[in-house]
């Protein structure tokens, strides 16, 4: 006795077996790519924390033509000395016992209002020529720890010049007296989750 139909059997079954592995690999590579996984939840909140950070310096730095950007005004005024969040206010790190010595400007008031109601950790760096032209120095002014490795960076690029009234105990030199040019500042606001 012979069954005539016993490879069209086998055909159906390896048939079979190949569309239902196609289907899981499918499924497989389908999981990677929905919202849920970690790395795209990371990647979500990078570029919220971006654009969120791109809006604050923009907004700073707009001004109305023939006035400084509120972003200026404070990197003209800023002391250089490094201030620190302490709950409550922006102090100077390790001399807070006087109230002049806190941070009280554009930035701090946009910072407050925006980053820190939502819990969101932060740094502002300045980094500018030093006055032989050809040596960049990085100071922060503001320091809230060391940012996580989802730490995004943004930048804004300040101009100032020789007619800018700069506060004399600003770190900024004029790198070349014999030009308008007084320094370019990159502001460096960055940015992480707790």
């Known amino acids: 006795m012979f069954d005539d139909k016993a490879q069209m059997h086998t055909l159906e079954g390896v ?43 923009g907004a700073l730095d707009y001004a109305e033509p023939g006035y400084n950007s509120k972003l200026k005004n404070d990197v ?16 100077e790190n390790g001399n807070a016992s006087y109230l002049q010595n806190n941070l009280t400007n554009n930035l701090t008031n946009i910072l407050g209002a925006t980053l820190i109601t939502q819990g969101i950790a932060h740094n502002v760096e300045l980094t500018f ?38 506060n004399s105990g600003n770190p ?12 370019i500042v990159d502001v460096k606001l960055i940015l992480w989750r707790m």
């Open 172 to 183: 900024i030199k004029d790198i070349d007296p014999s030009t308008n040019l007084y320094n």
């Open 15 to 57: 048939a079979a077996a190949t569309i239902m592995l196609l289907v899981i690999v499918y499924a497989i590579d389908a999981t990677s790519m929905t919202p849920l996984t970690s790395s795209t939840a990371n990647v979500h909140v990078e570029t919220e924390l971006q654009v969120l950070g791109q809006d604050i310096l």
């Open 129 to 166: 020529l030093a006055n032989n032209g050809t040596t960049y120095v990085t100071r922060r002014m503001i320091y809230n720890g060391d940012p996580s490795e989802n730490a995004v960076i943004v930048f804004r690029k300040i101009v100032l010049q020789n007619s800018d009234t700069i």
């Open 76 to 91: 003209l005024t800023w002391n250089g000395k490094e201030y620190v969040w302490n709950g409550t206010k922006y102090m």
